[in-house]
């Protein structure tokens, strides 16, 4: 009998039950705002940076764009490398699609690279010319 019960709790406590408890789940929470950003290698100007925005706060996020906002949840995995976030919009412009994406957080700075084509988890944090690979750095707001 304590056979069973200890293969029960084997397989209910897995790693990603684990990532759940992690750190940055609760250090990741909060309104950011892009300092830098590129899509497919080409800089965003800062008159775009200034109309984006980014609420993070228990697995929902509130995006704002170019006057539109687009919401949806969010799920964080800090145990591999890179670390790596789903994003998926339930409404708005992006809404029914999901994207992979990567992220670093570093104190009061939040790097996340998206891949806005939903293929393929970016393997770095790079933007580069041709793909809709999305990097973009965060200053949280006060």
Known sequence: MKYIVCLCLAVVVSPAAFAADLPDTKTVEGSWTPIKAELGGQPM?????????????????????????????????AAVQPK???VTSTNGPNQG?????????????????????????P??????????LYLVTYSRKN
Not at 46 to 75: C, F, H, N, V, W
């Open 45 to 77: 100007p800062d008159a775009i940076l200034k109309t984006i925005s980014l609420k993070l706060a228990d697995g929902k996020y509130e995006a704002m764009g170019g006057g539109r906002p687009d919401y949806g949840t969010y799920s964080l995995d």
């Open 97 to 121: 699609k999901t994207f992979p994406c990567i992220y670093e957080l570093n104190g009061d700075t939040l790097r996340i690279c998206y891949d806005l084509s939903g293929t393929k988890r």
């Open 84 to 86: 790596s976030m789903s």
């Open 123 to 132: 393997t770095e944090f790079k933007s580069v010319a041709g793909t809709q």
